[in-house]
């Protein structure tokens, strides 16, 4: 099955400054990179997503960059503001059967806490 | 629209003790999910359902048993609960009917389980 590893698990910048987080999968048959949200005690909203078929997604102050080739993309956040504070987790997601079944869908990262100082 | 609602928010239960966790969507989505998210371990998937009456394990399905009653809900029932299951459980759900469908997800607002 798909193996999504994110980094760092923890990122500390200065309000105004810009913040990435970069994640890797291993199947090759991803084909969708979501991005979550997650305030303490809340849902994981979704931010961004990017498909396969796109190498770039820009949102406002958010962009999400993807590289087939090397298996890995990244979350960027520019001009960070305190309300940015947050654990972000990013997903990749595969069409892919498998005969026996198992975890398919969408696979997470652990997260990143985010952690913008005034 | 309440988008994904999830019942109870929390619950203790002791050991052995059963318990089923209720999900519905207003979404008029096909595919519905729940997952676990502990400390350190991001979301993993416990079961899934791409429509009403079929279900598919996922990464860790076992203590668990999943019923799609209906298009609006997917509950999830503990049979016998052990500490390892303490956990909050976030219920999702998507458009999409395929198994594999790279819809967005909604998350519910998850229910905090503690087992002593």
Redesign the interface.
């Known amino acids: ?1 798909e193996n999504v590893e ?1 980094h760092p ?1 923890t990122l500390s910048v200065q309000e105004g400054d810009s913040a990435v987080i970069k994640c890797t999968y291993s199947d090759s048959a991803s ?2 990179f ?1 991005w ?1 949200k997650q305030e303490l005690g ?5 931010i961004i ?1 990017i ?1 396969s078929n796109v190498g770039e997604k820009k949102d406002q102050r958010i962009a999400v960059t993807l590289n087939k080739t090397a298996k890995h993309f990244s979350l960027h956040i520019t001009e960070t503001q305190p309300e940015d504070s947050a654990v972000y ?1 990013c997903a990749a ?5 498998y005969s026996g ?11 990143t806490h985010l952690i913008i100082q005034p | 629209n309440a988008g994904v609602t999830q019942t109870p928010k929390f619950q203790v239960l002791k050991t052995g003790q059963s318990m089923t966790l209720q999900c519905a969507q207003d979404m008029n989505h096909n595919s519905m999910y729940w997952y676990r998210q502990d400390p350190g371990m991001g979301l993993r998937l416990i079961y899934y359902s791409a429509s009403e009456g079929t279900t598919d394990k996922g990464e860790v399905p076992n203590g668990y048993n999943v019923s799609r009653l209906n298009k609006r809900e997917f509950s999830l029932r503990l049979e016998s609960a052990a500490p390892s299951q303490t956990s909050v459980y976030f219920c999702a759900s998507s458009p999409g009917k395929r198994r594999l469908s790279t819809d967005t997800q909604y998350f519910g607002p998850g229910t905090r389980l503690t087992v002593l």
């Open positions: 099955g994110q698990s084909n969708y979501p979550y809340k849902r994981p909203q979704l997503d498909r987790f997601s595969t069409s892919r059967v079944g198992g975890a398919d869908g969408l696979t997470f990262g652990k997260g």
